[in-house]
């Protein structure tokens, strides 16, 4: 079963580096004196040293150990320009085009990672979620064989029986209308991340009908995605299309899909679009006294994700453990 503590050990023998891209916000540097004090996630932290220093200072949060890097003032700033210049040779780009983007904190903390100096990077404090992706895209890229970013959030929650219950739910945050062919991408993508929370997938791609209950096209694309994905890896139990409740409630099940096997006892879900999974996951967070963990950006050769806006330091904390355990 899924506990934070499973992942601060494997980080503990295999220590990782993670870019902070708004190195002055109160919120990041507390998180970042908490992990300088577990001593298993060094945080290099973006900005104008003396407004870092004096933040934290203010706020009472110790980073010392922590690496503090003005991208305005970077000694080796020649290879990053260049770097880029080489990743969109493409588009032309000229060194005097590429400063000026690479000075800025997202772009500058994605070629770090790109670059190798850190394993992975965590923004969107003050960054809207595309100003985490764009740079994403254009530097780190699609893994191979994928041709979308997804997204899932992680759900935890303390069971009734003991333990910690968790689900996985994708697509809530990145792709607003996705095809079959990526629902089929964000189906296998979240669970492989669910398998990084000692989740054994098991799939349900959802729908407002079970089994052809309903006729819509909407319901026809998530029947369909669910037998492509079957197709794609036969080695995931996936059912679909189904109701949420005929997904997670064995009762239901039996009586609307009596032969179907993760019917009733689904852990994934797979939404149809954005809407449906971003109102879903905040039900859940909500009602369902959960907690959210995510946006967890999915398909990218390297762990980059994407704070909440309205975060706090304990999430800044968690999402960094996290993306450090994708890395």
């Not at 298993?40 to 009472?60: H, K, M, Q, S, Y």
């Not at 210049?85 to 690479?102: D, F, H, N, Y």
Request: hydrophobic share 40%; net charge negative.
């Amino acid at each position: 079963m899924y506990s934070f503590d499973s992942m601060v050990k494997k980080l503990k023998k295999n220590p990782k580096t993670i870019v902070f891209t708004e190195g002055s916000d109160p919120r990041i540097l507390e998180a970042a004196s908490k992990l300088l004090a577990s001593n298993f996630l060094t945080p290099i932290l973006l900005g104008d040293p003396d407004e870092i220093t004096r933040v934290a200072e203010e706020d009472g949060d110790n980073i010392r150990g922590a690496v503090i890097i003005d991208p305005k003032n970077y000694e080796k700033m020649d290879d990053v320009v260049n770097a880029f210049c080489e990743i969109r040779k493409s588009k032309g780009m000229t060194p005097e085009q590429a400063l000026p983007i690479v000075s800025q904190g997202n772009y500058f903390g994605t070629m770090l990672v790109q670059m190798g100096i850190a394993d992975c990077l965590l923004g969107g404090a003050t960054y809207s979620t595309a100003d985490t992706v764009r740079p994403a895209l254009q530097i780190i890229k699609t893994k191979p064989g994928n041709s979308i970013v997804s997204s899932c959030f992680i759900l935890v929650r303390t069971a009734a029986t003991g333990g910690n219950e968790v689900v996985a739910m994708g697509d809530c945050a990145i792709n607003i209308h996705p095809n079959e062919d990526e629902l089929v991408e964000i189906c296998h993508e979240t669970a492989e991340c669910a398998k990084v929370f000692g989740v054994e997938p098991k799939v349900a791609f959802l729908s407002f009908s079970t089994n052809g209950s309903a006729k819509d096209p909407d319901v026809t694309k998530m029947r369909n995605a669910a037998q492509k994905a079957k197709q794609a890896y036969p080695d995931l139990p996936i059912d679909g299309e189904l109701q949420f409740d005929a997904a997670v409630s064995p009762v239901v099940a039996r009586t609307k899909v009596p032969d179907w096997k993760v019917a009733g006892h689904a852990n994934t879900f797979i939404f149809p679009d954005i809407n449906a999974g971003n109102i879903g996951y905040k039900i859940a967070q909500r009602f369902g006294n959960f907690d959210a963990y995510g946006p967890i950006l999915l398909g990218l050769n390297a762990p980059i994700n994407d704070l909440s806006r309205g975060c706090n330091a304990s999430e800044v904390y968690s999402m960094a453990i996290v993306t450090a355990a994708l890395a």
